[in-house]
T-cell receptor, first 113, second 111 residues
Framework: EAQVTQNPRYLITVTGKKLTVTCSQN?????MSWYRQDPGLGLRQIYY???????DKGDVPEGYKVSRKEKRNFPLILESPSPNQTSLYFC????????????FGPGTRLTVT | GENVEQHPSTLSVQEGDSAVIKCTYS??????FPWYKQELGKGPQLIID?????GEKKDQRIAVTLNKTAKHFSLHITETQPEDSAVYFC??????????FGKGTHLIIQP
C-alpha cells in the first residue's frame, strides 16, 4: 500500500531532551516536507526537501533540524525541545518537483513539558 | 510571503444541500491551489486542486473555481452527505518551497 508513515504517533517528553520523529514514504517521491498544526493557526511548513541531500527552510524552522540521506526517509530532529514545540506534526511527500499533490502521513502528537 | 484567508471557520448545512467555502490569497505569483479534507485523527487528504491556467475544475460532487484577477478561489460541494463532515483547508503555492494554508473550515452536515 502506498503510504507515508510516521513514528512515533504520540510522544510526551521533557524540555531539553533530544528527540527524532521519523518519516518514511514507499512511493519513490522526491519531494518531502514537514508541517506543524496548531489550533487557530492551521498548518505551517517547517522544512522541505526537493531531493536527497537537498533541504530548505519553510516558514517556521526555528528549533528544528532535518536530514535527507535517503530518498524514502526524512526525519525531523528537535535538538532541545521546548514547550512551544508542543504540536501535531505531519510529514508529506509529493511525486512532483514541488508541493503539488502531496500525500500526508497520519501525524505525530508531541507534548513537551 | 503568501497569506491565505479562509471563510467561514464553521459551516453547518442540511444533508443534501450545497456547501461553499471561500479563500483569498495575497501573492499574485501563486499558481497552485489545492483543497484538503481532514477527518478527526487523520492527516489531510487532497480532494481537488487547480492550477492558475484553469478557471474551474470538477470531480463528481466537488468543484473548485478560481478568479485570478480577484485572487480568490472557492470549494463547492453539492448534494452533501454525512461523510462530508470534516475540516477543509485551502492552500496556495507559487513555487517549490511550500504550501501556505488557510486556517480551516469545520463543515458540519446536519441529518
Amino acid at each position: 500500500e502506498a503510504q507515508v508513515t510516521q513514528n512515533p504517533r504520540y510522544l510526551i517528553t521533557v524540555t531539553g531532551k533530544k528527540l527524532t520523529v521519523t518519516c518514511s514514504q514507499n512511493m519513490n517521491h522526491e519531494y518531502m516536507s514537514w508541517y506543524r498544526q496548531d489550533p487557530g493557526l492551521g498548518l505551517r511548513q517547517i522544512y522541505y526537501s526537493m531531493n536527497v541531500e537537498v533541504t530548505d527552510k519553510g516558514d517556521v524552522p526555528e528549533g528544528y533540524k532535518v536530514s535527507r540521506k535517503e530518498k524514502r526517509n526524512f526525519p525531523l530532529i528537535l535538538e532541545s525541545p521546548s514547550p512551544n514545540q508542543t504540536s501535531l506534526y505531519f510529514c508529506a511527500s509529493s511525486p512532483r518537483d514541488g508541493p503539488y499533490e502531496q500525500y500526508f502521513g497520519p501525524g505525530t502528537r508531541l507534548t513537551v513539558t | 510571503g503568501e497569506n491565505v484567508e479562509q471563510h467561514p471557520s464553521t459551516l453547518s448545512v442540511q444533508e443534501g444541500d450545497s456547501a461553499v467555502i471561500k479563500c483569498t490569497y495575497s501573492d499574485s505569483a501563486s499558481n497552485y491551489f489545492p483543497w484538503y479534507k481532514q477527518e478527526l485523527g487523520k492527516g489531510p487528504q487532497l480532494i481537488i486542486d487547480i492550477r492558475s491556467n484553469v478557471g474551474e475544475k470538477k470531480d463528481q460532487r466537488i468543484a473548485v473555481t478560481l478568479n485570478k484577477t480577484a485572487k480568490h478561489f472557492s470549494l463547492h460541494i453539492t448534494e452533501t452527505q454525512p461523510e462530508d463532515s470534516a475540516v477543509y483547508f485551502c492552500a496556495a503555492a507559487g513555487g517549490a518551497d511550500g504550501l501556505t494554508f488557510g486556517k480551516g473550515t469545520h463543515l458540519i452536515i446536519q441529518p
